[in-house]
Each structure stands twice: as structure tokens, then as C-alpha cells.
């Protein structure tokens, strides 16, 4: 079964509106972290934002904001007036357990966002 | 960010022939990782590393064998390339941080013909 699921291939936005990228999580964890990353068409993977679990406000990174429903495991990234730079892939990952030692990251099949004009 | 490089950027080679890439970091990062990343696939980890000359296998190791001989270099060597293996490369670092947060490197295309 997906750890990580993120149910929108594909999204479009206008300029200057705001939008939400869906990600589901499936982990029997109490301790775990949840990150966001962007990839541009230029190829590089951007680190956006992190919540951890036990973390009790929605992580927050300029225009990038964290939904956090910890009961229907949901971590949902929320972008503020969106940019047609912020064209561009994104991807949703978990880390199990607690920080450190040898950490891999799950991560989502990603969503691919188009900011139009 | 951290300072993570890649090298080569680009590659083609034939089936058959061995292939070496490069990962090298200047963030002191104890861990690094290797992934590719393949349309439908999204990021799979191949290698990751958790000090010098501490290696384990992720879940597409297969083919593929790594070395870390020093903190700062992680390389990921195809033996025998395979068209199956073209793919791109990325390399990860993370630090002993509250969040392990992974940086990644500018990642490596690869083609084997």
C-alpha cells in the first residue's frame, strides 16, 4: 500500500490565486515528519517546507504553508498567491519514526502545478 | 543550502560499459543517499550511506554498488550499464539535525544506449 499519496497528477492555477496540493499519509508511527519539495522544469529538487507530528502549529515558509489534519492524516501544502515560477512539480515525503540515525524518506508519485498568466 | 554537487552532469554510454558518478558535499553531512528518478516512478533510493565506508542498500540496488571513502564524496558505480539504468541520478546530504531534511545535488542525467 502507498505511504505517501498524492491523489492530483496534474493542477492548474491563475497567477496571483491561491492554491492546495493534496498529500495523504499512512504511517502507524507517533513520532514522524512530513516535508515538501519542489522540482522546477530545470531539473533541481528545492526543500519547501517540514512538519513534524508532534509540532502544534501548521509550519509555515513565506508564501508556502503546511495544512496539517493529524487525525485524517493529511499534510497538505497551501500556496499564497501563486507566481508563475512556482510552475513546477511537487513532491510529498515522509520520514518514519524519530529524527536521526539512518532515516530514509518515503516519498509521493508528486503533482505537477501550472501557474497560467 | 547545502553545498552538494554532482558530476557528470550529463553521461551517455553503451550497454556493457561501467559507469561511475560522483556526489561530493561541503557540508560535513554525515549521511547521503542516491535516488533516481524515473517518470511514474517518482524518487527511488538506490544507495544511502551513514558515515565513511558505511553503506546500506535501498530498495533499487540492483546493479548498482557505492563507495565513501571520505565524508565529503559518495560515488555510485554501474558495473555493467544496463538501458534499464538510464534514469536520472540524484544525490542527497542531510546533517544530525531535529528534522532530516535531505538537500539534493543538481542530479545526473544518464543515458545508456
Known amino acids: 500500500a502507498q505511504k505517501i499519496t498524492q491523489t492530483q497528477p496534474g493542477m492548474f492555477v491563475q497567477e496571483k490565486e491561491a492554491v492546495t496540493l493534496d498529500c495523504t499519509y499512512d504511517?502507524?508511527?507517533?513520532?514522524?515528519?512530513l516535508f515538501w519539495y519542489k522540482q522546477p522544469s530545470s531539473g533541481e529538487m528545492i526543500f519547501l517546507i517540514y512538519q513534524g507530528s508532534y509540532d502544534e502549529q501548521n509550519a509555515t515558509e513565506g508564501r508556502y504553508s503546511l495544512n496539517f489534519q493529524k487525525a485524517r492524516k493529511s499534510a497538505n501544502l497551501v500556496i499564497s498567491a501563486s507566481q508563475l515560477g512556482d510552475s513546477a512539480m511537487y513532491f510529498c515525503a515522509m520520514r518514519e519514526g524519530n529524527a536521526g540515525n539512518n532515516r530514509k524518506l518515503i516519498w509521493g508519485l508528486g503533482t505537477s502545478l501550472a501557474v497560467n498568466p | 543550502d547545502a553545498g552538494i554537487t554532482q558530476s557528470p552532469r550529463h553521461k551517455v554510454t553503451e550497454t556493457g560499459t561501467p559507469v561511475t558518478l560522483r556526489c561530493h558535499q561541503t557540508?560535513?553531512?554525515?549521511?547521503m543517499y542516491w535516488y533516481r528518478q524515473d517518470p511514474g516512478h517518482g524518487l527511488r533510493l538506490i544507495h544511502y550511506s551513514y558515515g565513511v565506508k558505511d553503506t546500506d542498500k535501498g530498495e533499487v540496488s540492483d546493479g548498482y554498488s557505492v563507495s565513501r571513502s571520505k565524508t565529503e564524496d559518495f560515488l555510485l558505480t554501474l558495473e555493467s550499464a544496463t538501458s534499464s539504468q538510464t534514469s536520472v541520478y540524484f544525490c542527497?546530504?542531510?546533517?544530525?539535525?531535529?528534522?532530516?531534511?535531505?538537500?539534493f545535488g543538481p542530479g545526473t542525467r544518464l543515458t545508456v544506449l
Open positions: 504511517t502507524s508511527d507517533q513520532s514522524y515528519g
Open positions: 542527497a546530504s542531510r546533517g544530525w539535525g531535529s528534522t532530516d531534511t535531505q538537500y
Open positions: 557540508e560535513n553531512h554525515r549521511y
